[in-house]
Structure formats: structure tokens, C-alpha cells
């Protein structure tokens, strides 16, 4: 059984860090900030509204649908919350809609 390690994330608009265990997702993390309204959609990739671009910090991205990711956005690191997970502390950006409520 491999030892998970915790990772601070840093929502880049707002300042706001949490903890996040590399065992979960950003998305996962985020939501224990509490705030009303993040829309977590399906959490399998699929629905694209929890879309975030890391900023810098390294992770490991799974299978999420090509509808909400292009190639491009992965070349710029622009991926769905829900299906990354932190191997060191991670900066992004919300982008989408999510961004309305998590930077309110």
C-alpha cells in the first residue's frame, strides 16, 4: 500500500489554498472549502463544468472526454478537476463555469 501524500492547491484568482491528498481529485479538494454552488457535475470527466488550468505544479490527468478537452487544452494544461490528481502543490486558474463561483 503506497504512502498519499497532501499537496497544497492555490486557486491563482483568489489567493485561497487547501489541502488536497494525491489520492484525490483537485476537485474533491475543493469542495471541502465549502463554498455554495461549485458544480461538481458527473465527477467522471464527462460534463466538462469543472474545467481549471494548472498554473504550475506537477500531477497525473486520467481519462476525461475529448467534447470539454482538446489537444490544446491539454498541451496548455487546461483539464477537468475532477480527473487530476496532485503529485506536488499545484496553482491553477478556474475557467468556465465554475469560475463564477469559486472566485465570488
Same mark, same amino acid.
Given at each position: 500500500? $503506497? /504512502?498519499? +501524500? &497532501?499537496? /497544497?492547491? @492555490? &486557486?491563482?484568482? @483568489?489567493?485561497?489554498?487547501?489541502?488536497? %491528498? =494525491?489520492? /484525490? =481529485?483537485?476537485? *474533491?479538494?475543493?469542495? %471541502?472549502?465549502? +463554498?455554495?454552488? &461549485?458544480? =461538481?457535475?458527473? !465527477?467522471?470527466?464527462?460534463?466538462?463544468?469543472?474545467?481549471? /488550468?494548472?498554473?504550475?505544479?506537477?500531477? #497525473?490527468?486520467?481519462?476525461? =472526454?475529448?467534447?470539454?478537452? $482538446?489537444?490544446?487544452?491539454?498541451?496548455? *494544461? !487546461?483539464?477537468?478537476?475532477?480527473?487530476?490528481?496532485?503529485? $506536488?502543490?499545484? @496553482? #491553477?486558474?478556474?475557467?468556465? +463555469?465554475? %469560475? +463564477?463561483?469559486?472566485?465570488?
Amino acid at each position: 500500500m $503506497s /504512502e498519499q +501524500k &497532501i499537496f /497544497e492547491v @492555490t &486557486i491563482n484568482e @483568489t489567493g485561497v489554498t487547501y489541502r488536497c %491528498r =494525491s489520492d /484525490e =481529485s483537485l476537485l *474533491h479538494g475543493m469542495e %471541502r472549502l465549502g +463554498k455554495r454552488g &461549485i458544480p =461538481s457535475g458527473c !465527477r467522471g470527466g464527462g460534463c466538462g463544468v469543472c474545467k481549471v /488550468e494548472v498554473v504550475c505544479g506537477d500531477y #497525473v490527468a486520467r481519462t476525461m =472526454s475529448c467534447d470539454h478537452v $482538446s489537444d490544446d487544452d491539454r498541451c496548455h *494544461h !487546461r483539464l477537468l478537476a475532477c480527473k487530476v490528481y496532485p503529485t $506536488s502543490d499545484v @496553482t #491553477v486558474e478556474v475557467i468556465g +463555469k465554475m %469560475r +463564477k463561483n469559486v472566485c465570488r
